[in-house]
């Protein structure tokens, strides 16, 4: 069973920085790409950044520059560092991943304080 795990929100300062964490198990890991998402409240789901498995990297345009996916194939961990952050960065971070079906961790709380 594909299970994520995130980990690493908290409160921060606007400028500062935090470093987000996604243990997976259930998966091979080294062969699939992940995905970062955040909601904020009362908002739908966004997508923030993605990983392939060649470590290919994507990010939307909120966040590029400022944000930096990466992933530890013998921690099987996708980590999401995360500077500059703003406000409006504040949200639930979800990890994803697609195999069959897609799966979601429980989330991970960000709150950027002006």
């Known amino acids: 069973q594909v299970q994520l795990v995130e980990s690493g929100g908290g409160l921060v300062q606007a400028g500062g920085s935090l470093r987000l964490s996604c243990a997976a198990s259930?998966?091979?890991?080294?062969?699939?790409?992940f995905h970062w998402y955040r909601q904020a409240p009362e908002k739908q789901r966004e997508y923030v950044a993605t990983?392939?498995?060649?470590?290919?990297?994507e990010y939307s345009d909120s966040v590029k520059g400022r944000f930096a996916i990466s992933r530890d194939n013998v921690k099987n961990t996708v980590y999401l560092q995360m500077n500059s952050l703003k406000p409006e960065d504040t949200a639930v971070y979800y990890c994803?991943?697609?195999?069959?079906?897609?799966?979601w961790g429980q989330g991970t709380q960000v709150t950027v304080s002006s």
């Open positions: 990983i392939g498995s060649g470590g290919n990297t």
């Open positions: 994803n991943v697609y195999n069959n079906n897609g799966y």
């Open positions: 259930g998966i091979w890991f080294s062969k699939n790409a």
